[in-house]
C-alpha cells in the first residue's frame, strides 16, 4: 500500500553517503590490518557493490554517534565532538576525534571513541582490553592532539556500544575500556611506512598501468583459531581467513583473502593426567600454536 518504492529511496540514500577517495590514508583503518587492502583503497581500486546490509550497518554506528552527541548537549555535558586532527598528523594521513571531554580535577582532556560491535565480542573486551586496531587508531589522534597543543591526561578510553544479545543469560552492557597511547617512535615508524608502501605503489600502479604488481602486498595471513572437536573431545587448532577478510571490497582477481579456506595444524588435547598437552599435525610443525583454552573453557569441557 505505500505508494513509493522506499527500498529504493534507503538504498540511494546510503549510496550517496559513501566516502569519496581523498587520496589519504585513514587512522581509522589502514593502521592495521591488511596493507593491500589500504594500497588498493588509495589508488581508488574498483570495489564490488556494498550489500544494502553492510550499508545499514554502517549507517547505524553513524546515527549512534549523533545520538549520544545529542545526549550529551541535552545533559550540558562540555565536550568536543568529531575533531579534525588532519593537520597535525604525519603527512598522507587523517583522522576524526569523536569525543575530547576535559576533566576538572587532572586539569588535562580525555580522548574518547564510540564504538557498536557485537554483544557476543563485549566480554572479550572486558577481558583482554581494547581491539587492537582501536588502540592504534586513538594512539594516532592522542599524539595528534598533543601536536596540537592539546593538555592530554595519559589515558583514552573507547565506550564499545552492544547492537545485539545472542546469549540471554548473559545480557551484554554498554562497556568503557581504558587503555595508554602507544609510543610516538612506534605509532609514526608505522605511519610512515604505510605511507611510503602506498605511494610506492601508485607510482608502480601508473608506470605498469596495472593494479597488480611487485608493489602491491601481499593477502593478510590466516590466524589461528581453537575449534573444539566435541567428537574427538578436544581443541583443534586451525588456520582461518583474519576477520577483515569478511569485509574484503575487492574482486578476487585483486584481493582473494576471503578464499583461502581453513587448515587444522595442531590440537590442544588432555593427556592421562588430565594435564593439557599440544600436538602438531604432521606437516605443520612449523606452526607453533598462538592459542590456548583458556582457564574457565578448560573447567567447562572437563565437566
Not at 587492502?37 to 554506528?61: K, N, Y
Not at 550529551?72 to 604525519?90: C, H, K, Q, S
Not at 586496531?133 to 594516532?140: D, K
Request: hydrophobic share 35%; proline share 6%.
Amino acid at each position: 500500500m505505500i505508494p513509493i518504492d522506499l527500498s529504493a529511496i534507503i538504498e540511494k540514500g546510503l549510496a550517496g553517503d559513501k566516502r569519496a577517495p581523498d587520496g589519504l590514508l585513514h587512522a581509522s583503518s589502514d593502521l592495521t590490518g591488511s596493507l593491500r587492502h589500504s594500497q588498493l583503497r588509495f589508488v581508488g581500486a574498483p570495489e564490488r557493490p556494498r550489500s544494502l546490509v553492510d550499508d545499514i550497518r554502517l549507517r547505524t554506528g553513524t546515527m549512534w554517534h549523533s545520538y549520544i552527541n545529542e545526549l550529551l548537549a541535552r545533559n550540558g555535558v562540555p565536550y568536543m565532538a568529531e575533531v579534525n586532527l588532519t593537520p597535525w598528523m604525519p603527512t598522507g594521513w587523517s583522522g576524526t576525534a569523536d569525543w575530547l571531554f576535559w576533566h576538572p580535577e587532572y586539569e588535562g582532556f580525555v580522548l574518547g571513541d564510540l564504538k557498536t560491535s557485537k554483544g557476543e565480542a563485549i566480554k572479550w573486551k572486558e577481558r583482554d582490553g581494547m581491539s587492537e586496531e582501536h588502540l592504534w587508531q586513538l594512539s594516532a589522534y592522542w599524539h595528534a592532539l598533543i601536536e596540537a597543543g592539546f593538555p592530554m591526561l595519559d589515558h583514552f578510553a573507547v565506550m564499545y556500544l552492544p547492537l545485539n544479545n545472542v546469549y540471554k543469560e548473559d545480557d551484554p552492557e554498554p562497556t568503557i575500556i581504558e587503555s595508554k597511547p602507544l609510543s610516538s617512535d612506534r605509532v609514526y615508524e608505522r605511519m610512515n611506512e604505510r605511507y611510503e608502501a602506498c605511494v610506492e605503489y601508485e607510482i608502480e600502479t601508473n608506470n605498469e598501468n596495472c593494479l597488480v604488481n611487485d608493489k602491491l602486498a601481499p593477502i593478510m595471513e590466516r590466524v589461528q583459531k581453537l575449534v573444539w572437536d566435541y567428537k574427538a573431545k578436544h581443541w583443534n587448532v586451525v588456520l582461518v581467513p583474519h576477520w577483515l577478510s569478511d569485509f574484503c571490497p575487492y574482486p578476487n582477481e585483486l584481493c582473494d583473502c576471503s578464499e583461502q579456506g581453513t587448515t587444522k595444524v595442531g590440537q590442544w588435547k588432555f593427556d592421562l593426567e588430565r594435564d593439557l598437552v599440544y600436538e602438531q599435525r604432521k606437516g605443520y610443525e612449523e606452526y607453533e600454536p598462538e592459542v590456548k583454552p583458556t582457564l574457565s573453557e578448560i573447567k567447562r569441557r572437563m565437566k
